[in-house]
Each structure stands twice: as C-alpha cells, then as structure tokens.
C-alpha cells in the first residue's frame, strides 16, 4: 500500500477543513477504507433519521479514501458516478458507517463499491457504486 | 396540479428546517420543480468548487419538489435509488440551480431526472437520475 | 427457501422459450442464484468479445433467479432499475457466469446486485445493481 | 459533425456483422443520434413485450452512434457505465426507438442519455444514462 493511516487522515483533514461532516478514517486497507459518521442536526431528516445526502457524501468519501490508499494522495481525483439505492431506514440518532473496496482501478477511472451501516442495525442501509476520474498527469 | 408554490413551499421548510441548506423553491409546474442553493462554505471543495454532496442533496429535493407537485404533500416518500453523473466543474462560489421533471408516476414510485446547473455556465455540471417510493396508504 | 433449483429452471425455461439465449441457472441458495451463459456468435463483438447486451442479459436473469427463489414464481415481476459498471475485458469466445445475491427484499420492489465473471479470469468482468418491482397481488 | 450517415451506417453494418439484432440508424445530427429495433421472436418475452435487454442493447447502440457521429468512427469506445431505469411496458410486437444525446464529450470518457419509446406509445418506455469509455490514442 502507498499510503498510511495517518497519511491519509491528515489528508483528509487538509482537503475536508469542515472535517466532522464528512467523518472520520476508521481502517485502511489494500484497496479498502472503512469511516465514521457521528450524526449531528445538520445530518436529520423529520423523525431522526439520517438525511440521503448525509449517506451519499459518506459512502463518497469513503470510497475516495480506499482509492487514496492504492494510487497516492492525488488531490484531485474527482466522482465522476454515484449510484445509491437506499435499502433500508438507518436507525435514529445512531452513527453511520460506510465499508468501501474498489472493484477496479484503471488509467483513467476507478470502480468501486461502498456498503452503509447504520449503528445497531446487521443489514446495510444503502449501497452505492461509484466511479472516480483519476487526472491523467499524477 | 395538486400542490401551490406556496403550499409546497412551506410544507419543505417544515420538513427541513435548517432550510437554506438544502435550497430554496424557485419554480412548480406540472411534473417539475426548480431550486436554488446560495452556496456557502459548507458546501465547498478546495478551491472554491460546489461539493458532489450539496449537488446530489439539492437534485433529490428539487425532484421530490417536483413529485409532490403532482401527489401532494406526502411526507413519507423517500429516496430509493439516484444515479448522478458529474460533468462539469461548477464555477466557483456560484449558486447552482436544479431543474426537475418527472419522468414517470405509478403506484408505488416516482422516477424523474434533474439537470444541475452553475450559475455563469450554459452547459450542465450534473445530471441526475432519481427514483423515489411512495408509501401504499396515501 | 420457497422454491427448489428443479422448480426454478423449469419455470424458467418456460418463461425464455429461447432457452440458452440467456444462460442457464448452475446454483441456488439462500437469497443468491448463479448463471452461466456459453456465448456464441450472437453474443460477441469485434475481436470476439462478449457483447455488454449479453453480460447485462446475464445478469438480469440472475437476479430474477435469486429473486424468485426467495418470493416464488412470481412471473410478474419486473426490472425496474438496472445499473451496470464493466470493469475488464472478458476473454475472447469463453463463457461468462453471473453470480447474484439480494440485497433487500420489500413489499413492493427487491434490491440485489450481480458479479459477471469470465472464465479464466479471477477478477469479475462486470458488476450490477438492479431493482425488480414485485407486483402488489402476489 | 466528423461523420456522415451514411459513413456511420456503414461502420456500424461492419461492427456488428448480426445487424438488425441491434436496430437500424435512423437519423444523426449533432451530438445526437436515433435508432429502431425491429423486434421478432428472440427479443420478447412472455406476453409478446419487447424484453430489457433488447432495449438496453438499443440504448447502448444509439448512444455510441451518437457519440462516433462528434468523435469520428473510434472503434474502441467502449461502455464503462450504463443506468436504466424501465418506465413503461412497452406495446407487444411493435418497433422499438431510441433517441439519444450527449451530455458531455471529454478527453477520456462521453456521457449521454437515451429515451426509448415503443410505436404506438406517446411517453417513453426506458431512459438511460450511459458512459463510454473513449480510448487515449485514437
């Protein structure tokens, strides 16, 4: 693996200073990245529940960190396609997490999926695939 | 049309309370709906760029603006799959505007598409396609 | 399980009267099903590839397998959403397998997603999500 | 435009030795292009309606027709990602159509959509989003 933990927290950091937000790096992996969501009243749809941006803006960032972790920290490698079904109502108030791999990593793109867990919940929230455009001079 | 501007207007601020980030009701007709997101600086990437998540979140309610102008103000439709496709880098610091329609309504879902644009630009920057579920006792 | 492998492949027969067309079922379990299609001339592309047509075939009738296997023989049940990412180049004039599982199963719509492999490669050729409708009487 | 009709017609009779199996060019202009299917046995399914695959294999063609018609006849393009969502039962027996443009042509990568319609129906019956991967030397 070409980066670290701690490369690619303080990374994260760097490039996502509203930090909290968008959560934390919890794992890293060949290929994989697990992170954290600790909900906040920005995140709430009416009844508690996790808002869909709030999983989507997750389950992007954290695939983004299992890409991170293969090819470098190439700040601008950018989502090209999103594509989330929601399965399942996260439970309300609880933390979310999301457990990305990538499925491939090309030239020019790479593929992967993410799988959302809403704390105390086994069965995923939602899952997504997504494509990241990797810039061509890295 | 089921549904005024004003009604649809302030059942979303009801239902989102932190209101202004997820946009503002631009624009209802039969099967569409028009938002607008001032973009502040939660919403943003290095380098002054509109976030994938701001543009996604203000895509999913601009076409759930656009079902419930069609069925009423249902509030138990969700999100059940969005696919979006990035293709342009918006302007920097400019609000962005979504424009909905639906594309087909049934009994149990509502599937439509939304163009994401960046004020100052002709072209799209996103474009997404939304299909959200419609709970049976309505 | 509703529905024995026997059961499936003979419903599925005569729902596809084309029969090989669209691959034959090889396993069934719990929530998963898996195809294999030997392709032929009407599957392939310049250099003997296979078709994305044939693999998103493939896949659909996987999930439908792993679908019915779960609910029953329910011949109205529909592909209502079906997104495809292809990942590698399959091997010239080899056959392809679909391996399909269910990611959630509802009232209305049942959510599964399908590795497409080719033989003599370790890594799959392609990855699906797919969303069938259930019809309401059943 | 890089390419004519009749260019593209013939490219496109070449590619695909099967022919109709995969519809008819019916029009090109710039940065759209729209294609029919004729459909017969192999492309039905129970009920005589035209059958998913048939109108994905459609969408995908017409898209690429779309696409070689802005970048000239590259025959490596091939699809990386492609989202349908299925609206409408299409008219048993009748002509499929597929209209297709494209959102975005890059360096590396075309994005596009396509509506399919079925004759003797007003509303489409499919809509996809479709992403060609284009090749770096061409």
Same mark, same amino acid.
């Given at each position: %693996?070409?980066? =670290?933990?701690e490369e690619l927290q303080a990374f994260l950091a760097e490039?996502?200073?509203?930090? /909290?937000? *968008?959560?934390?790096?919890?794992?890293?992996? #060949?290929?994989?990245?697990? %992170?954290?969501?600790?909900?906040?009243?920005?995140?709430?749809?009416?009844?508690? =529940?996790?808002?869909?941006?709030?999983? %989507?803006?997750? +389950? #992007?960032?954290?695939? @983004?960190? +299992? &890409?991170?972790?293969?090819?470098?920290? !190439?700040? &601008?490698?950018?989502?090209?396609?999103?594509?989330?079904?929601? &399965?399942?109502?996260?439970?309300?108030?609880?933390?979310?997490?999301? $457990?990305?791999?990538? &499925? $491939?990593?090309? $030239? /020019?793109?790479? !593929?992967?999926?993410? *799988?959302? @867990?809403?704390?105390? %919940?086994?069965?995923? !929230? +939602?899952?997504?695939?997504?494509? @990241?455009?990797?810039? +061509?001079? $890295?």
């Amino acid at each position: %693996m070409t980066v =670290t933990f701690e490369e690619l927290q303080a990374f994260l950091a760097e490039q996502f200073p509203q930090g /909290a937000r *968008y959560g934390t790096l919890e794992g890293l992996g #060949d290929g994989w990245a697990e %992170m954290k969501l600790e909900v906040d009243e920005g995140h709430l749809r009416p009844g508690g =529940t996790v808002s869909g941006p709030a999983m %989507m803006g997750l +389950a #992007d960032v954290a695939l @983004y960190a +299992a &890409l991170l972790g293969k090819i470098g920290l !190439v700040p &601008l490698a950018v989502t090209s396609n999103l594509n989330i079904n929601f &399965l399942r109502k996260p439970v309300a108030h609880s933390p979310i997490r999301a $457990r990305a791999n990538m &499925l $491939r990593i090309g $030239r /020019a793109t790479g !593929v992967g999926q993410v *799988y959302v @867990y809403s704390e105390g %919940m086994e069965e995923p !929230v +939602a899952h997504a695939t997504i494509t @990241y455009s990797i810039p +061509a001079n $890295r």
